[in-house]
């Protein structure tokens, strides 16, 4: 019997991407924002680019942010990408202060340069690297056939600051701000680039993470 991923349908994000990165792996996904089918699945993947604040008017609205909580507490695997990622975290600075789910203790903050010399282009569009943090060992995640200082491919006006170290994947410097690219919380795991626009290595995140279901 073939596994139910749900791909949240929130308006927000490039779904289709997402789920054709998983079709050439020859999964199964359903794009829905359907409580019942977000319960009901084997795996939940939360993408999204655009704004914190109106991704979680969408999701408070339609409960579907109960629904992500439900079944994140009853051990299922989630992914989140970009936005998705985001929102997993305490609260955001975007356009003052909005509350996220609150499932990874931390704060979002925007882009500004520490040198005042240097313009800090924002958002960071394009290739970067992510590196590995000293505490936390990539075999047991699905960036485990990654190299450290591989290059993932960003879009993103801000970042997550998570409160406990351990909860850090990887980190990516941009503009001398170093910052935490990636997360793994007990069956939480997200990241701030965008695997489905990364190449071959992206593609290995997807398929190791579909191993966990």
Request: net charge neutral; with cysteine.
């Amino acid at each position: 019997m073939s596994k139910k991923i749900a791909i949240i349908d929130y308006s927000l994000g490039n779904l289709f991407s997402v789920q054709q990165a998983f079709s050439q792996l020859g999964a199964e996904t359903q794009i829905t924002n359907s409580i019942e089918e977000i319960k009901s699945a084997d795996g939940i993947v939360l993408p999204g680019v655009g704004a914190f604040g109106a991704a979680m008017d969408f999701l408070q609205v339609n409960k579907i942010d109960l629904a992500i909580k439900d079944t994140v507490q009853k051990g299922i695997p989630f992914f989140g990408i970009c936005l998705g990622m985001q929102l997993l975290f305490e609260e955001s600075e975007e356009f003052g202060s909005t509350k996220g789910l609150g499932m990874i203790k931390g704060k979002i903050k925007k882009f500004r340069s520490t040198d005042p010399s240097m313009k800090l282009h924002v958002p960071q569009v394009g290739w970067n690297t992510i590196q590995q943090p000293k505490n936390n060992n990539w075999q047991n995640s699905p960036l485990k056939e990654l190299s450290n200082g591989s290059y993932m491919y960003f879009v993103h006006s801000y970042y997550a600051m998570p409160e406990h170290e351990n909860d850090i994947l990887c980190s990516t410097n941009y503009g001398g701000i170093e910052y935490c690219s990636a997360v793994q919380h007990n069956n939480i795991f997200a990241t701030q680039f965008h695997p489905e626009k990364s190449g071959d290595k992206g593609l290995s995140i997807y398929k190791n993470w579909l191993t966990k279901i």
